[in-house]
């Protein structure tokens, strides 16, 4: 079983729409991330949670440390947040974070 | 603006034949990581320096070496890239304090 879950694989909604997207694992973290991969591009950074909920624009996460369950959550989707979003869990290791990924969501948000 | 910048972006190299990847940073961060990323697959950690002290994956084949010259240059040298090693690079920085992984774009290898 992977450590990290995520759910769903692939996501296809309208503009405007609410988007989910969750992610639940079973080790000890400092913390999770979540981040944003256009297609041919690179990697973004959009939360790194230890508790509680954060926001920035129409992006929402929320965290559950007690049932390790995580959110990702956008507010009147638009197709430029048609990208891969993958969470990945952060565990110390020698002076760094190492991370585990998921295996990520696609999500297409059509016009 | 701070960033981080890999070169080149696209790499072609021959079955074999030694190949050296660069990423830069301007963040000013302590700790530097290399990633491997295959198609279709998530990212998978291959090494990470924090200041000059190189950490290695168990399961990151010796084929694979890094040097961290400053704190600004990290180099993934693939020193024999066989077909398997085709594959997007990832360089990412992170202070050690904050814990937030900042990514490059990427080099994506083509091994013929």
């Known amino acids: 079983k992977n450590e990290v879950e995520q759910s769903p694989q692939n996501l296809t909604a309208q503009e405007g729409e609410f988007i989910t997207i969750n992610c639940s694992y079973s080790?000890?973290?400092?913390?999770l991330h979540w981040l944003q991969q256009h297609p041919g591009g690179g990697i973004v950074s959009l939360f790194m949670l230890s508790s509680g909920k954060k926001k920035h624009g129409r992006l929402i996460a929320t965290i559950n440390i007690q049932e390790k369950h995580s959110s990702l959550h956008i507010t009147a989707s638009h197709p430029r947040d048609s990208a891969v979003y993958t969470c990945a869990l952060s565990s110390p290791v020698q002076g760094a974070q190492k991370l585990v990924f998921g295996q990520g969501t696609r999500l297409t948000i059509n016009p | 603006d701070a960033m981080v910048i890999q070169n080149p972006r696209y790499q072609v190299t021959q079955f074999g034949k030694p190949v050296t990847l660069s990423c830069s940073q301007t963040l000013n961060h302590n700790v530097m990581y290399w990633y491997q990323q295959k198609s279709s697959q998530a990212p998978k950690l291959l090494f990470h320096y924090y200041d000059k002290d190189f950490n290695n994956e168990a399961d990151t084949p010796d084929n694979f070496q890094s040097r961290r010259p400053n704190t600004s240059f990290c180099f993934l040298d693939i020193r024999s890239p066989g077909l398997g090693d085709a594959a997007m690079y990832l360089c990412a920085t992170s202070s050690r304090l904050r814990g937030e992984q900042f990514f490059g774009p990427g080099t994506r290898l083509t091994v013929l």
């Open positions: 080790v000890g973290i400092s913390a």
